[in-house]
């Protein structure tokens, strides 16, 4: 993997420690949709009171929440489901009480909302290029699945939310084999994914946006990040929503999370543009930390390196009426950049 002099940017050695990836013990994955799931656990009240967890959810919450995550409980991947982590707009995140499947303590779980309450703004910039997955992970080729897809039937957009999921789970895959700092994968199914916790007992690891970082400690986490950053770029992978709000702090560690959006830098004629926001949006928050850098400068060196091509425009075809303001935010970016 080639080098970034990373000198020109910062004044400390850029260092890194790779962490090793472990195996986990394979289990067979959940097939039923969660609206299958859901239907069969609302006709049977037997199966609504054999789940009594320690977080207590409101009766729609409960609901979606067994439908998503009863096979994982019945494979026995966790004994208990504790709390509520985080609830957002693409999904909602539990502790779980580990066992020893995975050996952990405490696991978290992904679940993602139902497809009527994801609002995901442009989706399609992030689509482009990516092959729709099924549950398992692989490329769908059915045609009536695919003619399904296109036509944005209810089966079509399931299956769309099925691989929306497969991306965020295979990416962490790749990236927790590389030895990235990103939560451990455990399993995933239609709608969840089982990952590693990231925190304490009582408290979840907050996002970094939520945390103020000593300066000594602000550089040697910025470095951690782009080492990230470069990483997945050497593993043919833009995170394509990066931040502070998606990498979580806990005792001078992070992880980075949430790659449901990730696209491979030469498949999406947008991605560049896309790779550049990454940094400026994380360079951002370091320079309020006390760690001022040239983000434009970081993200064409780093796409250089590995001989990535650049794409210095938006391709007009991803952009209809309605993304007025995001073609105003790239010709804006452009000029800047021409100022660096």
Same mark, same amino acid.
């Given at each position: 993997m #080639?080098?970034?002099?990373l000198?020109?940017?910062?004044?400390?050695?850029?260092?890194y420690?790779?962490?090793?990836?472990?195996k986990?013990?394979a289990k *067979?994955?959940?097939?039923?949709? *969660?609206?299958?799931?859901m239907?069969?656990?609302?006709?049977?009240?037997?199966?609504?009171?054999?789940?009594?967890?320690t977080?207590?959810?409101?009766?729609?919450?409960?609901g979606?929440?067994?439908?998503?995550?009863?096979?994982f409980?019945?494979?026995?991947?966790?004994?208990?489901?504790?709390r509520?982590v985080? %609830?957002?707009k693409? @999904?909602t995140v539990?502790?779980?009480? !580990?066992?020893?499947?995975?050996g @952990?303590r405490y696991?978290?779980?992904k679940?993602?909302r139902?497809r009527?309450?994801?609002?995901l703004?442009?989706?399609h910039?992030?689509r482009? !290029?990516?092959?729709?997955?099924?549950?398992?992970?692989?490329?769908?080729?059915e045609?009536?699945?695919?003619?399904?897809? +296109?036509?944005?039937s209810?089966?079509?957009?399931?299956?769309?939310?099925?691989?929306?999921?497969?991306?965020e789970?295979?990416?962490?895959q790749?990236?927790h084999a590389a030895?990235?700092?990103v #939560?451990? *994968?455990?399993?995933?199914?239609?709608?969840?994914?089982?990952?590693?916790?990231? !925190?304490?007992?009582?408290l @979840?690891? #907050?996002?970094l946006?939520?945390?103020?970082?000593e300066?000594?400690?602000a550089?040697?986490?910025f470095?951690?990040?782009?080492?990230?950053?470069e990483?997945?770029?050497?593993k043919?992978?833009?995170?394509?929503?990066?931040?502070?709000?998606?990498?979580l702090?806990?005792?001078?560690?992070?992880?980075?999370?949430d790659f449901p959006?990730?696209?491979?830098?030469?498949?999406?004629?947008?991605?560049?543009?896309?790779?550049?926001?990454?940094?400026? +949006?994380?360079?951002?928050?370091?320079? +309020?930390? %006390?760690?001022?850098?040239?983000?434009?400068?970081?993200?064409?060196?780093?796409?250089?390196?590995?001989?990535?091509?650049?794409h #210095?425009?938006v391709?007009?075809?991803?952009?209809d009426?309605?993304?007025?303001?995001?073609r +105003?935010?790239?010709?804006?970016?452009? %000029?800047?950049? %021409?100022?660096d």
């Open positions: #080639p080098k970034i002099n000198k020109l940017h910062l004044d400390d050695e850029y260092e420690e790779a962490h090793r990836s472990s986990m013990r *067979p994955k959940p097939k039923r949709t *969660p609206p299958e799931a239907a069969e656990i609302a006709a049977q009240k037997d199966v609504l009171d054999r789940y009594e967890f977080y207590r959810a409101s009766r729609h919450e409960r979606w929440m067994l439908a998503s995550l009863s096979d409980y019945d494979q026995q991947w966790f004994s208990d489901v504790l509520l985080k %609830g957002g693409e @999904a539990y502790q779980c009480l !580990g066992n020893a499947t995975t @952990a696991l978290a779980a679940i993602y139902p009527m309450f994801r609002s703004s442009k989706d910039l992030y482009e !290029g990516r092959a729709n997955l099924d549950s398992d992970g692989n490329s769908i080729t045609d009536g699945m695919l003619n399904a897809i +296109r036509k944005r209810s089966y079509g957009l399931q299956l769309s939310h099925t691989s929306w999921l497969a991306y789970y295979k990416a962490l790749v990236l030895g990235a700092d #939560p451990a *994968p455990y399993a995933s199914d239609n709608n969840c994914i089982l990952m590693e916790y990231v !925190g304490g007992e009582d @979840a690891a #907050p996002t946006n939520e945390v103020e970082l300066r000594d400690e550089r040697r986490l470095r951690r990040v782009l080492r990230n950053i990483l997945m770029l050497a043919d992978l833009v995170h394509a929503d990066l931040s502070a709000y998606n990498i702090y806990w005792e001078g560690e992070i992880k980075l999370i959006q990730a696209i491979n830098p030469d498949q999406n004629r947008n991605a560049y543009q896309i790779f550049e926001r990454d940094l400026i +949006r994380v360079c951002e928050y370091f320079a +309020r930390q %006390g760690v001022p850098s040239r983000p434009r400068a970081i993200a064409a060196e780093m796409w250089t390196s590995f001989n990535r091509r650049l #210095p425009e391709h007009p075809a991803l952009l009426d309605q993304d007025e303001r995001d +105003r935010y790239w010709d804006k970016l452009s %000029g800047e950049r %021409g100022q």
